[in-house]
């Protein structure tokens, strides 16, 4: 089992910057792979951006120049970097993990925060 609690939402203007964290505790070595996903209300959730144990990192293209995902192994913890914020990127970001049990990855979620961005 791994839990997940993400901080750092909240409101800010078109342009500004906000960091969000996300605390993993648990069975923390059987995690591969941690991402923060979002979404807006009535659209699908999607990946934003996501880290690896080796720190290969993915981006969206939508926020690629503009966010950047990091990880401190030794807090346990995950940032996502947000700059040059947009009205767009208003959603609920989730932290996510995949433990890989077996052949199989196991994805767990955080509870989400909210990130709104002023016109």
């Known amino acids: 089992q791994v839990q997940l609690v993400e901080s750092g939402g909240g409101l800010v203007q078109a342009g500004g910057s906000l960091r969000l964290s996300c605390v993993a505790s648990?069975?923390?070595?059987?995690?591969?792979?941690m991402g923060w996903y979002r979404q807006a209300p009535g659209k699908q959730r999607e990946l934003v951006a996501s880290?690896?144990?080796?720190?290969?990192?993915n981006y969206a293209d939508s926020v690629k120049g503009r966010f950047t995902i990091s990880r401190d192994i030794a807090k346990n913890t995950v940032y996502l970097q947000m700059s040059s914020l947009k009205p767009e990127d208003t959603a609920v970001y989730y932290c996510?993990?995949?433990?890989?049990?077996?052949?199989?990855?196991?994805?767990?979620w955080g509870q989400g925060t909210q990130v709104t961005v002023s016109s």
């Open positions: 648990g069975s923390i070595f059987s995690i591969k792979i």
């Open positions: 996510n993990a995949g433990v890989v049990v077996g052949d199989t990855l196991i994805p767990y």
């Open positions: 880290i690896t144990s080796g720190d290969k990192t």
